[in-house]
């Protein structure tokens, strides 16, 4: 049994313990508090009107040994902001009493949506993140840049269109070239294609892009994760009767499969390529079933599979170009060009389909595989093939052709930076045929003046 002093003591304790937890429990109230946050400003990049950007966060930092109340978090331009806000899984545009324990945190997510505004230069929306915290009003800019663009939700072109190059152009499901039609687009035109997207020609495409200003296919998000991020859309399909297709100084990235042109059923090749970048594809750069295909000055890289597939027969022809696959990605064990001459039917039946012609003139098949020349061959069809005057990554060093060069670094510039480029004293350089430097062969990918002999590939170094 306790004495009277002890009992006494015990009290005494116990109201100590109890007001420091009631203290230790208790809001911080202290006018000077302030809040600190992870970054003093939300930037979002370029973001397409009516089309909602990816989300970015915020985090928000108790630094004090007691819990604090923020009395409200909330957009500036409240319902009317083009920006929206979750704050620890309650949407806004006004969240009240929202607690953080003591050297605590919590997280703040953000969207923006810009309205069109029927500008054809960038526009700037703004807003802020208002806390207000012991009668004091802290502020983080919400900023995000905004474009206005044409959209298309699935479109078909019929007759001869041409595009307006002065905003950019975004396809949300699908952009058709219907049959005995053509689709001209001009210099400078961005095609932004959202998702699921494809580009369908049944007709015939043009695009005349210049050195200056490319023509650029690519996915709808611009945010810095997504720049060069693969897989963004589907990509661009050539069926089988379309025909006369040029492509020049264009720019093809971010899909699965940048190019597909089914069988040529005209004496014209299906498709030109002429300065043109295919690059950063989730599968396949260029991929021909049977079709016709000639391309000068063109770079294909970074494929997750192939940089160029031409099956089920067809015929190529290929001067000055740079075939260069270092993906990284995931595990390629892929060629970076392969070719092949059957498939089987859905009977089970092999079906032969010759390639009659796959010439590779000046070119480089390089990549970070032992061989980036793949073929599956079956009897009783031909796959024929020259390679000249080539820089080759290959097991086999006997490939049809003549002065070709095996399995020596090309001399890209910076292939972590993926620039294929030929930097000083490169291999490639001087080494290629010069008889059939003519025309738009003068000139590289880059517009440089090519020399004679000239350097192999798409590339002309110069100083």
Avoid at 9 to 20: A, H, P, R, Y
Avoid at 244 to 255: G, H, R, V
Avoid at 391 to 416: M, R, W
């Amino acid at each position: 049994m306790f004495s009277k002093k002890a009992l006494f003591t015990i009290t005494v304790i116990g109201i100590i313990l109890l007001s420091n937890a009631c203290k230790k429990d208790s809001f911080l109230t202290d006018n000077n508090a302030k809040l600190s946050f992870s970054r003093d400003t939300v930037l979002f990049d370029t973001v397409f009107t009516n089309i909602g950007s990816a989300t970015k966060q915020i985090k928000v930092y108790n630094t004090y040994n007691q819990k604090i109340k923020i009395s409200s978090v909330s957009l500036g331009g409240g319902s009317n902001s083009q920006f929206r806000i979750n704050v620890d899984g309650i949407p806004g545009p006004f969240v009240k009493d929202v607690e953080i324990l003591p050297k605590d945190s919590l997280f703040i997510f953000i969207e923006v949506t810009v309205n069109p505004q029927n500008a054809n230069s960038p526009m700037i929306v703004e807003d802020s993140l208002l806390f207000a915290l012991n009668g004091n009003i802290q502020k983080v800019p919400l900023v995000a840049w905004g474009q206005d663009n044409y959209y298309i939700n699935a479109g078909i072109v019929s007759g001869n269109v041409s595009l307006n190059n002065d905003k950019p152009w975004v396809i949300y499901r699908y952009l058709v070239v219907d049959e005995n039609s053509t689709l001209n687009i001009p210099e400078g035109t961005k095609l932004h294609f959202y998702g699921n997207a494809r580009f369908f020609v049944l007709g015939t495409l043009k695009v005349n892009g210049t050195i200056e200003r490319p023509v650029v296919f690519q996915g709808a998000r611009l945010e810095q994760y997504y720049r060069e991020l693969p897989g963004q859309w589907i990509g661009m399909y050539f069926y089988a009767g379309s025909k006369e297709n040029e492509i020049q100084n264009c720019i093809i990235k971010n899909a699965i499969v940048g190019i597909q042109a089914d069988t040529n059923v005209a004496p014209l090749p299906t498709l030109k390529l002429h300065n043109t970048i295919i690059r950063n594809m989730r599968e396949i750069g260029l991929l021909s079933v049977g079709a016709k295909i000639e391309a000068t000055n063109t770079l294909i890289s970074e494929c997750g599979k192939y940089c160029a597939a031409f099956v089920i027969g067809g015929e190529y022809d290929f001067k000055h170009c740079t075939f260069a696959n270092y993906w990284n990605r995931s595990s390629r064990k892929t060629p970076s060009v392969f070719m092949n001459n059957y498939y089987e039917d859905n009977t089970g039946k092999i079906q032969l389909r010759p390639i009659t012609k796959a010439d590779f003139t000046n070119c480089i098949v390089f990549g970070n595989n032992e061989d980036e020349i793949g073929f599956d061959k079956e009897d009783g069809a031909d796959i024929t093939y020259s390679f000249k005057y080539c820089i080759l990554k290959s097991k086999d060093t006997n490939l049809a052709g003549n002065n070709n060069y095996y399995n020596q670094e090309p001399g890209f510039y910076n292939v972590a930076e993926k620039d294929f480029s030929l930097k000083e004293n490169a291999f490639a350089i001087d080494k290629g045929d010069g008889s059939i430097v003519s025309g738009v062969l003068t000139k590289d990918l880059k517009d440089k003046l090519r020399s004679i002999p000239p350097d192999i590939g798409a590339f002309e170094y110069a100083p």
